[in-house]
């Protein structure tokens, strides 16, 4: 059993930065690739970008792709996503994910969950 611990959110304004983590525990962490969605209020949860498990391959959604950076530290046990040129629209709770499958953007194939940590950027 996977825990995942996000960290990181806060209040920014448009144009600015962030930089999440997700500390996981209570696995081989390189055995799993992680993922990061999103879920605006009355939305579905978003695809934004997910690594595999070595950390050598990666994939973004268009609407972050250019402004984001998704990468893990296995000695660490922590995946981070970067975000910058933030929008009002990237507002979310924003929630990583694990899976031993493949580095999917579906979140179905994810097995295990964080609780999430909200952005919330100001226009």
């Known amino acids: 059993q996977v825990q995942l611990v996000e960290s990181g959110g806060g209040l920014v304004q448009a144009g600015g930065s962030l930089r999440l983590s997700c500390a996981a525990s209570?696995?081989?962490?390189?055995?799993?690739?992680m993922a990061w969605f999103r879920q605006a209020p009355g939305k579905e949860r978003q695809f934004v970008a997910a690594i595999n498990g070595s950390g050598g391959n990666t994939r973004y959604a268009d609407s972050v792709k250019g402004r984001s950076t998704i990468s893990r530290d296995n000695a660490k046990n922590t995946v981070y996503l970067q975000l910058s040129s933030l929008k009002p629209e990237d507002t979310a709770v924003y929630f990583c994910a694990a899976t031993t499958g493949y580095y999917s953007g579906n979140p179905g194939q994810y097995d295990y969950w964080g609780q999430g940590t909200q952005v919330t950027v100001s226009s």
């Open positions: 209570g696995g081989t962490f390189n055995n799993y690739a």
